[in-house]
């Protein structure tokens, strides 16, 4: 993903990126899936069941 990110700000190319999590609900209740994505306002988390699973890729964050 971080090289995918870098060629992306090279080229000037948006992506999307299909994010993996474990999920124990799937509805967006319990906030197990929860990853960090950086946005013009700061770093804001974000479930990948309910929100996701397909994110721009300029704003995911890696573990
Ligand atoms: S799996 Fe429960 S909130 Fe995403």
Do not use: N, Y
């Not at 994505?37 to 397909?54: L, M, N, Y």
């Amino acid at each position: 993903m971080l090289l995918m990110q870098r060629l992306g700000r090279e080229l000037g190319i948006a992506g999307e990126v299909a994010m993996e999590q474990q999920m124990a609900c799937g509805l967006g209740m319990c906030f197990c899936c929860v990853r960090s994505f950086q946005t013009a306002d700061g770093i804001e988390s974000r479930r990948v069941c309910i929100e996701g699973p397909v994110f721009k890729l300029d704003e995911a964050l890696s573990w």
